[in-house]
Structures are given as C-alpha cells and as structure tokens.
C-alpha cells in the first residue's frame, strides 16, 4: 500500500463494464466528459462522470460500420471529428448529441489515418491524414465545409512518395505538426503551407504528438523516448523514458504522462529529471490516452482505464463493493468478483521506479504501436493547411 505524498494521488483503474470487446483506438476529452471509438464503427462515452460507458452509436459515420481510427475535439470540447476506413468522416454535436456525415470528401475513398482538429465549433479548422501519405486541410463555418488539396508535407529528402503520417497534432495558436514515417517533422506555415522542421529520427517508429503552447512539441517514439523540439535552436532532444515503445504522451497541469507497451504509464513533472513508473491494473495494449477530469486511456479488447481526479488512492469500490488499495483490491473475504484479490489487501507502491532521468539522450530501444491527433489548422483555399 502507498505512504506518504504518493497516498494522496489517484490510483489507475480498469472499467469493468464496457459495452464493447472491440479494438478501442482513440479518447477525447469533451465538455460533456471522454468519448472514445473503436475499430467496429462505435461511439461510446461516460458522460456522467463515472464507470458507466454507453453507446453513442454504432454504425460509423454513414450507416456502413466503417472501422473508426482516429478522431479529436474543437478547442470549447463541443464538437468531435472522427473518421476511418473507405473514405468515412463525420462529427458529432456532443451537445445536441447528434451525428453529421461529411464521408468521401471531394469523392476521396481511401482510408483516413489521422485527424487534427483547431478553434471552436461551428469555426474550426483541421488536418485529415489518408493512407497514402497525403493530408487534407479542410475549415468549417457552422456545418458547411470548405475542403482543401490533399497533398504532402513539405518537401525534401524524408518526404518523398513512400513517407505516410505517423501523427498529427497542434498548439493552442492553430500552428499544425506532423511527423512521418521516414522521421521527418513539419509545420504548417501561412506563406507556404508547409516546412519542415528537422529529422527527428527516421530509424524509429512514431506513433503520437502533442503540441503545446510556446511551441512545445513531444513525439512519442517506438524506441522508449519522447523527441522534444526546441524552436529556439530548430533541434529534437531525445528523452530516455522507459524499455518499450511510447505509443501516446499528453501534458496536464504540471504532469508529463507516456503511456507504454503493456500497458505501462509513465510520469513525471514537468522540470523534473525523474520519470515515475505508474502501476496499473492490466497488460493489455493501450492505444491511446487523454488527461483531465478523469485521465483515460484504451486500448485492445476495449479495455479502458481511468484515473480519477479529486479523489485518493483508496477511493472507489470494485464490482461487488470492495475498496481499490495499492496494487488491487482489499479483499473483504468474500468470492463475489471473480477478479478480486485472493486474500489479504495487496501491497506494493504504485510508483516503483524504473525511471530515467528527465532529458537523458540515450534511451532503451525498442518498437511499438500508436497513434493520435491532436489539432492544427487548415487554410481551405489552398493546398495546405495554415496558421489560424
């Protein structure tokens, strides 16, 4: 069981009632609470706060079932985009709970990646990656849209015909990133739509971006670290942070968080030189992660955790009334829940600590899986997207 600070901070815990098995592959935090899709075309969201997830719908964004792989959230929370297979793309009014079809843009029917979205609802701009490498900026005025040249980033010699986007991302000044599969990282630009902004490193898998304010960039990186770019000195700094692939990174507060393969999360403040190696409650692989009220992540076999905030690490009950202590439950001597402790209250601290330092440039190699979208922004008359 946790002493001392760590006693006061929320414990990470598996949703045990999820009304899905499939493959969950994006959450989003709105104004309503997290929404998440999965690969079979569903919505599904925890509006109140709680355990309980419910279907949004289920039938992708045109009736067809079309696998879901990506989606993101206008600036106010109000309004997700989402998009995936055979050319599906819509949105959905969180607020009206309603669905808008918007599927095969400009008569496109390949397979949507990523997706990045800036601004306000009913004002917003975005990024939609293809599978062919291409992205596609298109602006939104109420429910009309504009939709721009799919084309790829930038030019030069990590940008070339076989580089798809990996991710896309952007910071609270509609500036849009992307990174792609021969390592090369890109901004969008008023002027000339795209350049490119370094190699971070094109012997790795990337598979997240979060962009933040003062032009604070973290990509996540199949090979354990995190790849922070410095607009002063137009340089990535690799982060050693774990063994494994960092498949999603995201900032809240003074909080830095990875999530890794196995469904290992890691943590650490930010200014801080040690990562924290946060327990949680399963092995199955998570796909992708959010931080707010509550943290979320999801993953394989739709498997989703939260972590609570504004509440400790002795706070909730399992499915059949059992408090959540350290590394599980404290078992109450009963067998009313299969997946309770077999006896006695488990032990452990929940931050053991196999950590790196902080801006360390060697790192643990390794490879992985992940993806996400974050916002960006779009100029619709031309053939990339462009600072809002």
């Known amino acids: 069981m946790a002493t001392g600070s760590d006693s006061d901070q929320p414990e990470w815990r598996v949703v045990e009632e999820v009304p899905i098995s499939?493959?969950?592959?994006?959450?989003?935090?709105?104004?309503?609470?997290?929404?998440?899709?999965?690969?079979?075309?569903?919505?599904?969201?925890?509006?109140?706060?709680?355990d309980q997830w419910n279907v949004v719908f289920d039938d992708g964004p045109a009736t067809r079932n079309n696998r879901l792989k990506a989606m993101d959230v206008t600036d106010d929370g109000a309004r997700l985009w989402f998009l995936g297979s055979s050319g599906?793309?819509?949105?959905?009014?969180?607020?009206?709970?309603?669905?808008?079809?918007?599927?095969?843009?400009?008569?496109?029917?390949?397979?949507?990646?990523?997706?990045?979205?800036?601004?306000?609802?009913?004002?917003?701009?975005?990024l939609a990656a293809n599978g062919s490498g291409e992205v596609m900026p298109f602006a939104i005025d109420g429910f009309d849209v504009d939709w721009g040249v799919a084309r790829k980033p930038g030019g030069g010699k990590y940008s070339g015909s076989g580089a798809n986007i990996s991710a896309l991302a952007a910071g609270p000044d509609g500036i849009g990133y992307a990174v792609n599969t021969s390592g090369a990282a890109f901004r969008t630009t008023k002027e000339e739509g795209w350049e490119q902004?370094?190699?971070?490193?094109?012997?790795?898998?990337?598979?997240?971006?979060?962009?933040?304010?003062?032009?604070?960039?973290?990509?996540?990186?199949g090979d354990g670290r995190l790849y922070r770019y410095d607009d002063s000195y137009h340089s990535w700094t690799p982060i050693g942070v774990a063994k494994g692939a960092l498949r999603a990174v995201d900032i809240f507060q003074d909080k830095i968080v990875a999530l890794g393969a196995g469904g290992n999360i890691y943590q650490r403040t930010m200014g801080g030189q040690r990562w924290e190696k946060i327990h949680t409650p399963t092995s199955a692989t998570l796909y992708d992660m959010v931080l707010g009220y509550p943290d979320v992540a999801v993953g394989k076999g739709g498997t989703i955790m939260v972590r609570p905030r504004g509440q400790t690490r002795h706070s909730g009950k399992s499915k059949d009334g059992d408090n959540y202590e350290g590394r599980g439950e404290l078992w109450d001597g009963t067998d009313d829940d299969e997946n309770q402790s077999s006896g006695g209250s488990s032990s452990g601290d929940s931050t053991s600590g196999d950590s790196t330092s902080g801006d360390s440039t060697s790192g643990d190699s390794t490879s992985g899986d992940s993806t996400s979208g974050d916002s960006t922004s779009g100029d619709s008359t031309s053939g990339d997207s462009t600072s809002s």
């Open 22 to 50: 499939d493959t969950i592959y994006d959450v989003a935090q709105t104004k309503e609470g997290p929404y998440a899709i999965a690969s079979d075309g569903t919505m599904i969201a925890n509006r109140d706060q709680d």
């Open 88 to 126: 599906a793309l819509g949105c959905y009014d969180v607020k009206e709970r309603r669905k808008y079809d918007y599927s095969f843009p400009k008569e496109m029917t390949s397979t949507w990646e990523g997706i990045a979205v800036s601004g306000k609802a009913g004002s917003e701009k975005a």
């Open 197 to 221: 902004i370094g190699i971070v490193n094109a012997q790795v898998n990337f598979y997240d971006i979060y962009a933040g304010p003062q032009g604070r960039v973290y990509v996540a990186a």
